[in-house]
């Protein structure tokens, strides 16, 4: 049990198609324009919200749906409050300005 | 074949299916969507070029290496994913360099302040992700789906950052 273990040339392959199909949905889902991360921060149209949150939650209930049966293994990053909070400050004010 | 082509997805099958490559992302690869991770690297490599000595004596360089790795890929691939999609729903992807309308309005229509703000924002978002260990992929997708305390103090920092910038800036338009 446990995760699959695919490792050399075929991981880094497998790495590339999941990238294909991240930007691939991304795109659909509209949220790499510019127009939509502005106006996620101005709160003017919802539309990265509501990917974020549909990503969010699908995933929350698939990934721990897989490690119940003990398919996956979970990555939670340490806590680091100040780090995390000064981080997110920074990243959020680079976000609005560069707009992707 | 006409659900490819269109030009958008609706937010809930967008979320749905970026729900879904999370989970096969933990089940194939032992590990989750993230992108920021890579920058490191790719600067590792560049200053590798110039000043290998430095990039070895270097403790956070040591831990992440400067190696092309399943994330290395992954970041590759998200751009021509993006491409397929947007060339999926249209004759040609136009990389005209137009300036988007809301940045227009704003900022006007100088190509150079432009570049100078968006550079400076890369910087901060690039420093702002190491600085909290993750971006809106690694920590607000994947560490949000895994309820980790670090990624939703990061979400709701980044959140409240972007707004107060936001309103600061575009208050007048």
Redesign the interface.
Known sequence: M?????TGTA?????????????????????????KI??????SDL?VQ??????????????YA?HEFG???????????V?????????????????F | MNWLK?E??P???????????????????????SVSTTFSRAAAMLVGLVAPEHVAANAYWQKVKPI???????????????????RLSQKAVAFSGSL????VNRFGTSQGRRWT??I?????????????????S??????????????W???????????I???L??RRV
């Open positions: 446990g995760p699959l273990e695919i991981r880094l392959f497998l790495g590339l198609v999941t990238g294909i199909l991240f930007g691939f949905i991304l795109q659909k889902g509209q949220v790499t324009k510019y127009q502005v106006s996620f921060f101005r709160w539309t509501k990917v974020m949150f549909a990503g969010i939650l699908s995933g929350m209930v698939g990934v897989l398919l996956v293994n979970l990555h939670i990053k340490p806590t680091l409050l780090a995390n909070i000064a981080g997110g400050l920074i990243f959020g004010a680079g976000m609005l300005l560069l707009g | 269109r958008e997805w937010w809930w099958q967008a979320g749905l299916l970026l729900g879904l490559l999370n989970m096969a992302a933990f089940y194939t690869a032992d590990y989750y969507l092309v790795d399943w994330q290395f890929m992954l970041v590759l691939g998200i751009p021509i994913g993006a491409y397929l999609a947007a988007p309308e809301m940045w703000l968006g400076l924002g890369g910087i901060l978002v690039g420093f702002g992700a190491r600085l909290a260990d993750g971006c809106t690694g920590h607000a997708l994947s560490g949000g789906l895994q309820l980790a305390v670090s990624s103090i990061f979400l709701a920092a980044m959140m409240v950052s972007g707004t910038m936001a309103f800036i575009f």
